[in-house]
């Protein structure tokens, strides 16, 4: 359960800061777990000072988690007790001086261009559930958008003859991704009569779901987890066990265009980010592929046998 003010809090970040369910979500999780740690100790949020915050540092340190759960989580605990001096619910912050812990930026595994070829080749066939997949296939390595920006595509979101789509991304920010050659064809098979129509159900469960561009079986929206299934079960036909997810595709396509001479904004634009910051992960990503390719091929370079 979440305090008064926690859910107070979080309703702010939806309406206010335009947070994104998945978001909010995690919150509300970090929220529960911080709250169900200080009913334990029988003390509740308005008595919390320092001192229970440094410990509750120290139980998350004790509980093996990863450096970024442990950010998003202190993050939350910060982001309470300043919502709650705001607002009246507390005289001041005791959280103003918690800093939550650097987290590793580990560089994004990508797929080479051949594994990605071998992965939209296991898609086959051509019935609505094949032409759906190789299209959410098609789109998530050709746009590098999120698992849940695709979900969340509507029929009016795609302007296939100008060759873009409109993806709402992270705090409701909207970009126009260009389409390639590709995903383009591969959404006009799954616009095709053989495609989406005939997934689309005598009538429709919830109000919305005729307009999404992905259906699931049922003709309802295909959700986050049902994409999520998808792309394991393709990776496993692929042979990629262990290595494929939504997010390797869009580490896959943000290197892959570095590698081919794409300029870094305009990587930063196709993947959303709000911050050049972020995307220059992936130049490092680039360079140490150019490293080993050099090492490899390069007679001055190779190691004398």
């Given at each position: ?169 992270k705090g409701n920010r909207e970009r126009l991704v260009p389409l390639g ?125």
């Amino acid at each position: 359960m979440v305090s008064l003010a926690g859910e107070e809090m979080l309703s702010w970040l939806a309406v206010e800061k335009g947070r994104r369910p998945n978001t909010l979500a995690a919150y509300r999780r970090d929220l529960a777990a911080y709250e169900s740690w200080l009913e334990a100790r029988k003390e509740d949020l308005p008595s919390v000072d320092e001192g229970t915050l440094a410990e509750y540092v120290a139980h998350l340190g004790q509980a093996h988690l990863a450096p970024a759960t442990v950010a998003r989580a202190l993050v939350t605990v910060r982001s309470l007790h300043r919502f709650m001096a705001q607002e009246g619910l507390a005289a001041q912050s005791p959280a103003a001086m918690l800093r939550p812990p650097p987290v590793p930026r580990g560089l994004p595994k990508a797929l080479s261009e051949e594994e990605v070829e071998r992965l939209l080749a296991s898609v086959t066939g051509t019935g609505p559930v094949a032409c759906r997949d190789r299209a959410v296939l098609e789109v998530l390595y050709g746009t590098g958008m999120r698992i849940s920006e695709l979900t969340g595509l509507s029929l009016s979101d795609l302007a296939i003859e100008d060759q873009l789509v409109r993806v709402v991304g992270k705090g409701n920010r909207e970009r126009l991704v260009p389409l390639g050659r590709y995903a383009r064809q591969a959404l006009a098979a799954w616009l095709a009569p053989g495609g989406r129509p005939a997934l689309v159900p005598a009538r429709w469960a919830r109000r919305g779901a005729a307009e999404a561009l992905f259906l699931n079986l049922r003709g309802g929206r295909l959700t986050r987890q049902g994409a999520w299934a998808l792309v394991r079960a393709y990776g496993h036909r692929a042979g990629l066990d262990g290595r494929l997810t939504p997010h390797v595709l869009r580490h896959s396509c943000a290197t892959h265009l570095l590698d081919h001479g794409a300029d870094i904004r305009v990587v930063q634009e196709v993947l959303g980010h709000a911050s050049i910051g972020t995307t220059q992960v992936y130049t490092k990503v680039s360079a140490e592929r150019l490293r080993l390719a050099y090492l490899a091929s390069h007679p001055r370079a190779r190691a004398a046998g």
